[in-house]
């Protein structure tokens, strides 16, 4: 059987097992023979926010994604931070990321299939030549191919790489006064943990976690997988939305990514920010909601009375919805001088009738299921 294996990559095995390595052995190692200065851990720091919102703000929602546009100076900021946090160049990153959208969980086209298990996703995939490189790798990216922010770190890759991992660390211990350490914390002992956040997210982020816009694919909305990975761990709206700049969508989501872009746009530096309409959101939630009621009733001996019950107030739930929402469009095409009192009361009233309605639909639910205790 293991002959059949494609090649072994052996510049990407060694990098991934000498930097684990590293951080595991020698971090510690120089920490408790020699110490490190204060300085080391705030540059590491600072790097690892760098190189992570790199991946996040840029790799991932501007350039794969297209879910907001950069100022050329943001976008040579993100390019050099994606550098230093070695994932390949964007175009072959994003060129990778829209076929794993596009061919989601399909075991021979998504390059990181979550079907092949937890190893392969995480970083398996990575370690033999499971997609060789052909004429028609960056078919899916051409657009990307017209940006010259994206053509120079590309062809200019190793470069790029030494100057962001060694060079960049390197100097900045030169002006503390502690070049190893530096290089230790801000280069080996960041680049490691980056590696592994993003990994997270094509591995445990397609595993673990809860499914509230959609069960057709295998991502996971999950909130402490967000904490560790800039905000990519609510990996099921993504999915189902994919072209929103945002991840978590409440407010209250950890997803420093979406307040950093929305930060850049308040300065000027993004603008053309994507949004799912707030209705097609709702309308996903709620239908997950009936399919999960559906299922859990499914073998239930009174399942057929509750099912039509349930039916009918998701009926009468999605009118609501198409009601507010409906008037909340009509009224923002139109002027302030042509909003009077009385149409605000209107939408206030139609917003309260749905969240009635939303709260009843919750409550019967919670009868339905407690019927299976
Ligand atoms: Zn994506
Ligand atoms: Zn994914």
Same mark, same amino acid.
């Given at each position: 059987?293991?002959?059949?294996?494609?090649?072994?990559?052996?510049?990407?095995?060694?990098?991934?097992?000498?930097?684990?390595?590293?951080?595991?052995?020698?971090?510690?190692?120089?920490?408790?023979?020699?110490?490190?200065?204060?300085?080391?851990?705030?540059?590491?720091?600072?790097?690892?926010?760098?190189s992570g919102i790199s991946i996040t703000?840029?790799?991932?929602?501007?350039?794969?994604?297209?879910?907001?546009?950069a100022h050329p100076v943001v976008q040579w900021l993100l390019a050099i931070g994606g550098a230093m946090a070695l994932q390949n160049s964007i175009l072959h990153w994003s060129s990778d990321h829209r076929r794993h959208h596009k061919h989601v969980?399909?075991?021979?086209?998504?390059?990181?299939? $979550?079907?092949? %298990?937890?190893?392969?996703?995480?970083?398996?995939? =990575? !370690?033999?030549?499971?997609?060789? *490189?052909?004429?028609?790798?960056?078919?899916?990216v051409r657009d990307l191919q017209k940006n010259a922010v994206v053509?120079?770190?590309?062809?200019?890759?190793?470069?790029?790489?030494?100057?962001?991992?060694?060079?960049?660390? $390197?100097?900045? %211990?030169?002006?503390?006064?502690?070049?190893?350490? =530096? !290089?230790?914390?801000?280069?080996? *002992?960041?680049?490691?943990?980056?590696h592994h956040g993003t990994f997270f997210i094509n591995s445990l982020a397609h595993i673990w976690g809860t499914q509230p816009f959609s069960d057709q694919h295998s991502s996971r909305d999950n909130g402490v997988l967000a904490l560790v990975t800039f905000g990519e761990g609510y990996h099921n709206f993504h999915h189902t939305f994919e072209y929103d700049y945002r991840n978590g969508i409440r407010w209250w989501h950890f997803d420093p990514t979406k307040w950093l872009i929305r930060g850049l746009e308040k300065l000027g530096l993004a603008k053309g920010l994507r949004r799912v309409p707030a209705d097609r959101i709702e309308s996903a939630r709620l239908a997950m909601q009936l399919k999960s009621s559906q299922r859990l009733l499914a073998d239930h001996h009174t399942a057929q009375e509750w099912l039509a019950k349930l039916e009918a107030e998701y009926d009468h739930l999605l009118s609501r919805l198409q009601a507010y929402y409906g008037e909340k469009q009509r009224q923002l095409k139109l002027h302030k001088h042509e909003l009077?009192?009385?149409?605000?009361?209107?939408?206030?009233?139609?917003?309260?009738?749905?969240?009635?309605?939303?709260?009843?639909?919750?409550?019967?639910?919670?009868?339905?299921?407690?019927?299976?205790?």
């Open positions: 059987m293991s002959d059949n294996k494609p090649r072994l990559i052996l510049v990407n095995n060694l990098l991934f097992a000498l930097t684990l390595l590293g951080a595991l052995v020698l971090v510690p190692l120089y920490g408790f023979l020699v110490g490190y200065q204060a300085e080391a851990l705030w540059v590491a720091l600072l790097f690892w926010l760098w703000a840029g790799y991932h929602r501007l350039w794969s994604h297209k879910a907001w546009q969980d399909d075991n021979q086209r998504d390059p990181y299939s $979550a079907g092949r %298990g937890f190893w392969f996703s995480h970083i398996g995939w =990575m !370690l033999r030549e499971y997609q060789p *490189l052909t004429e028609s790798t960056y078919n899916n053509m120079n770190q590309h062809n200019h890759y190793g470069k790029w790489v030494l100057a962001t991992n060694v060079g960049l660390p $390197a100097l900045v %211990g030169w002006f503390t006064g502690d070049v190893l350490g =530096m !290089l230790l914390l801000a280069g080996v *002992l960041r680049l490691v943990l980056v009077d009192r009385s149409a605000r009361q209107q939408l206030t009233e139609l917003h309260q009738a749905f969240e009635q309605q939303k709260r009843q639909w919750q409550s019967l639910r919670a009868q339905a299921h407690a019927q299976l205790a």
